[in-house]
């Protein structure tokens, strides 16, 4: 899987497709960072995001994993000029090994997982269960198609299954559906702590903490 053919319209195909929608998604958890010490962001894109923490300011060490050299390069040219602490890891993050000394109190993984078939998202979030803190927060951006029915959801139906087909086309990646998230991390012990959403929670930013640890709001 590699999202290097299509990194520098990436941001483009986003803007005509849902206007500002995911870019609010992704910033709906965004103050977290200022309680963070160590931030880990899985298939981090193009650095936008890493842009909007630089703006609101953190002293946390920060690593940022993706696949694509291409999304690595674009990333890497928004944020050389911020004070960030920021680490970029051109790697596949099944790959990726954490280290005694990074061990990230905050997570974020921004329309990454839907990538991925729902056994591959089982496998990534049980590694991330076992390299979190107790007080870990895992913030995770992306789509959930709620009941049938409506004419907009059938809409979202159809968004979702051309969008599916065109990164399996160009980029590969091997989710031929979405993968029902809420759903795999409440069975992989996670507790969702907090949900905000777009679209009649078509477009969705959760909040999720391991069960048990997580103090409810
Ligand atoms: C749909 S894009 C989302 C990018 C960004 N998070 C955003 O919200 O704009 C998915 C990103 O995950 C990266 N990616 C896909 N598979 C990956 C993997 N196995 N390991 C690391 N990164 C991966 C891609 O290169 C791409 O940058």
Same mark, same amino acid.
């Given at each position: 899987?590699?999202?290097?053919?299509?990194?520098?319209?990436?941001?483009?195909?986003?803007?005509?497709?849902?206007?500002?929608?995911l870019?609010?998604?992704?910033?709906?958890h965004?103050?977290?960072?200022?309680?963070?010490?160590?931030?880990?962001?899985?298939?981090?894109?193009?650095?936008?995001?890493?842009?909007?923490?630089? &703006?609101? !300011?953190?002293?946390?060490q $920060?690593?940022?994993?993706?696949?694509?050299?291409? +999304? *690595? #390069?674009?990333?890497?040219?928004?944020?050389?000029?911020?004070?960030?602490?920021?680490?970029?890891v051109?790697?596949?993050?099944?790959?990726?090994?954490?280290?005694?000394?990074?061990?990230?109190?905050?997570?974020?993984?921004?329309?990454?997982?839907?990538?991925?078939?729902?056994?591959?998202?089982?496998?990534?979030?049980?590694?991330?269960?076992?390299?979190?803190?107790?007080?870990?927060?895992l913030?995770?951006?992306?789509?959930?198609l709620? &009941?049938? !029915?409506?004419?907009?959801? $059938?809409?979202?139906?159809?968004?979702?299954?051309? +969008? *599916? #087909?065109?990164?399996?086309?160009?980029?590969?990646?091997?989710?031929?559906?979405?993968?029902?998230?809420p759903?795999?991390?409440?069975?992989?012990?996670?507790?969702?702590?907090?949900?905000?959403?777009?679209?009649?929670?078509?477009?969705?930013?959760?909040?999720?903490?391991?069960?048990?640890?997580?103090?409810?709001?």
């Amino acid at each position: 899987m590699s999202f290097d053919r299509v990194a520098n319209c990436y941001q483009w195909m986003e803007k005509i497709v849902f206007r500002t929608d995911l870019e609010k998604v992704r910033n709906f958890h965004l103050r977290l960072v200022r309680d963070a010490e160590s931030i880990l962001i899985i298939g981090g894109g193009d650095g936008r995001f890493l842009k909007n923490i630089s &703006e609101i !300011g953190t002293d946390a060490q $920060i690593v940022s994993v993706d696949s694509s050299s291409e +999304m *690595i #390069r674009l990333s890497q040219s928004r944020t050389h000029n911020t004070e960030l602490d920021v680490r970029h890891v051109c790697q596949n993050f099944q790959d990726f090994e954490f280290s005694e000394n990074f061990r990230p109190d905050l997570i974020f993984a921004h329309f990454f997982l839907d990538c991925f078939t729902e056994d591959e998202v089982i496998l990534i979030v049980n590694r991330l269960s076992k390299s979190s803190l107790k007080s870990t927060k895992l913030v995770i951006s992306d789509f959930f198609l709620p &009941e049938k !029915g409506s004419v907009s959801g $059938i809409y979202r139906r159809i968004l979702t299954y051309v +969008m *599916i #087909r065109f990164f399996r086309l160009f980029c590969r990646i091997s989710a031929k559906k979405l993968p029902n998230i809420p759903k795999i991390m409440r069975s992989t012990g996670w507790t969702c702590t907090a949900h905000k959403s777009l679209r009649d929670e078509f477009i969705n930013s959760w909040v999720w903490e391991l069960e048990g640890y997580s103090k409810r709001p």
